[in-house]
């Protein structure tokens, strides 16, 4: 068969890690945490969370987009966090 032609075996979501990045008192963040809070439960991955006001390239990188959403290290999101899109990044359908 060609290469082109196989299917990736299906993401198992507890493999996958969501990390947050954000800031303190940012309402944005607060919704996009509750979302991924949501989403990583349902579906068992883990998620961590980074404050861009404790690290200096995070806040040169990250800080007109803030919350950004990463899995597994690669931007996913920023502003807002679509459930189901994050669902469907993290194998869950």
């Not at 040169?60 to 690669?74: F, M, S």
């Not at 679509?82 to 993290?90: I, V």
Request: proline share 8%.
């Amino acid at each position: 068969m060609s290469p082109l032609l196989r299917r990736k075996p299906p993401k198992n979501p507890a493999d996958s890690t969501v990390t947050l990045i954000g800031k303190p008192g940012c309402h944005l963040c607060d919704e996009a945490r509750e979302v991924i809070v949501t989403v990583c439960d349902e579906l068992g991955a883990s998620w961590e969370e980074r404050d861009i006001s404790q690290d200096a390239e995070l806040h040169r990188l990250y800080w007109e987009q803030i919350p950004v959403v990463l899995v597994d290290g690669a931007q996913h999101d920023f502003w807002r966090v679509d459930p189901d899109r994050l669902r469907k990044a993290l194998g869950g359908g």
